[in-house]
């Protein structure tokens, strides 16, 4: 695992941001620090679109899950 250093500190406070669950199999693979400039981007795109507008942020992420669940994806 890598240090919270390893991360721009605009990465590490939107990484903060997101919920996370534990995967003990995958847990020596941080995604996030291996390409910073990838989740950047990402987070530039999903954060707005997910924390803004009429609808709250709760309401929509038991959508996406709702969504997962019927197209039987793991989330």
Do not use: W, Y
Not at 24 to 46: K, M, S, V, W, Y
Not at 54 to 65: G, S
């Amino acid at each position: 695992m890598l240090a919270g250093d390893a991360l721009s500190p605009q990465n590490a406070g939107m990484a903060s941001d997101t919920p996370r669950q534990r995967d003990p199999e995958n847990d020596g693979l941080n995604l996030q620090a291996l390409i910073p400039e990838h989740f950047a981007r990402f987070f530039t795109f999903f954060k707005p679109g997910h924390t803004e507008g009429v609808v709250p942020a709760r309401i929509k992420e038991l959508a996406r899950l709702k969504v997962a669940a019927i197209n039987e994806c793991d989330t």
